[in-house]
């Protein structure tokens, strides 16, 4: 089981797979099973049965979970997917950066 670097709100890149190239927000992580639910980004079709006079039943489109080892995170300064490392700040805040040019990730 990975540890998970990524986290909600993240913009990321996916670098393998059917949607390879897309990019979009991170929903939610999953870090038990390792994935993440990204927007508008492998999209599964669930059947669902009508659940009483409210619920209509019928085949409903969603987002569906990724590897985690299939995406990577996007630098807002450089606007591609990089590496990114970790640096400690005056306040004692761990904090996420770009290895390529050096900007903070996290807000």
């Known amino acids: 089981m990975l540890t ?3 986290k909600k709100n993240d913009t990321v890149k996916v670098i393998a797979g059917k949607e390879k190239g897309k990019t979009g927000k991170v929903i939610m992580v999953l870090p038990k099973k390792d ?3 990204v927007e508008r980004i492998n999209f599964i ?4 049965k009508p659940r009483g006079a409210a619920a209509q039943g019928g085949i409903i489109e969603k987002e569906g ?3 985690i080892s299939n995406v990577m995170v996007v630098c807002p ?7 990114f490392g970790y ?3 005056e306040d004692d805040k761990k904090v ?3 290895k ?3 900007e903070q990730i996290d807000k």
């Open 4 to 6: 998970t670097h990524i």
């Open 100 to 102: 390529k040019c050096g």
């Open 96 to 98: 996420r950066i770009c």
């Open 65 to 67: 979970p990724i590897h």
């Open 77 to 83: 300064k450089c606007d591609s997917a990089v590496r």
């Open 87 to 89: 640096k400690i700040l």
């Open 45 to 48: 079709k669930r059947h669902t």
């Open 35 to 37: 994935r993440i639910v």
